[in-house]
Nanobody, 124 residues
């Protein structure tokens, strides 16, 4: 069983930055593929970014490429999402997700473990 806890959400102005964190339980964090997803108001949950267990491979949704950076610190069992140049359309509940395989995953159905979500609101 893997438990995930997100933090770092909040209210930010257009063009601002936020860094989300996802703390994970488990002794073999470096074996977990991790991902960030988001659910905008009234819309379905969507893929944002994923990172391999080693941290060497990443993948991003087109909508966030060049603005968001996913990273992880396996010594701290923590994953991050640095969000820069935020736009109103980035407003959503952000979720972290994990799977006990080390490869990057982009589909929601690939992840059995989810955090509770953290709200990000970008005001114009």
């Amino acid at each position: 069983q893997v438990q995930l806890v997100e933090s770092g959400g909040g209210l930010v102005q257009v063009g601002g930055s936020l860094r989300l964190s996802c703390a994970a339980s488990g002794r073999t964090f470096s074996n977990y593929a991790m991902g960030w997803f988001r659910q905008p108001p009234g819309k379905e949950r969507e893929f944002v970014a994923t990172i391999s267990g080693s941290g060497r491979v990443t993948n991003y949704a087109d909508s966030v490429k060049g603005r968001f950076t996913i990273s992880r610190d396996n010594a701290k069992n923590t994953m991050y999402l640095q969000m820069n140049s935020l736009k109103p359309e980035d407003t959503a509940v952000y979720y972290c997700a994990a799977d006990t395989n080390p490869f990057t995953l982009v589909r929601i159905d690939d992840y059995p473990y989810w955090g509770q979500g953290t709200q990000v609101t970008v005001s114009s």
